[in-house]
């Protein structure tokens, strides 16, 4: 869908799609790369990603970083509503 506010653009991702994405792999931040937030989805896969592989060296306390990164990604599914250009998700 288009919007006449948005210069008629199309968003990037619909918001279903974002959601989905965020419940699902939002711990390595592939919602924010469908959005368009490329900077904020490199930071969460990244964070996801290191937490995992550092796991056997601190004795899994760095698995509360994806934990972080999926708490992070729930919340950009519930607040977001417009891809990385500011068009609105339909």
């Known amino acids: ?7 008629g ?20 931040g592939v919602h924010n790369f469908a959005a ?7 930071v969460q ?5 290191a937490g995992f592989l ?8 760095s698995l509360l970083a994806p934990f972080a990164t999926y708490v992070w990604a729930i919340v950009d599914a519930v607040t977001q509503t417009q891809d990385g250009d500011g068009v609105v998700m339909p």
Do not use: D, E
């Not at 199309?10 to 939002?26: D, H, P, T």
């Not at 368009?36 to 490199?42: E, F, V, W």
């Not at 550092?54 to 306390?61: D, E, S, V």
């Open 9 to 28: 653009r199309q968003a990037k991702v619909s918001r279903l799609i974002y959601v989905i994405l965020a419940i699902f792999l939002g711990w390595v």
């Open 1 to 7: 869908a288009t919007y006449p506010f948005a210069g």
């Open 54 to 61: 550092l796991a056997p060296c601190t004795f899994g306390l």
């Open 36 to 42: 368009g937030r490329n900077n904020t989805a490199i």
């Open 45 to 49: 896969l990244i964070t996801g990603l």
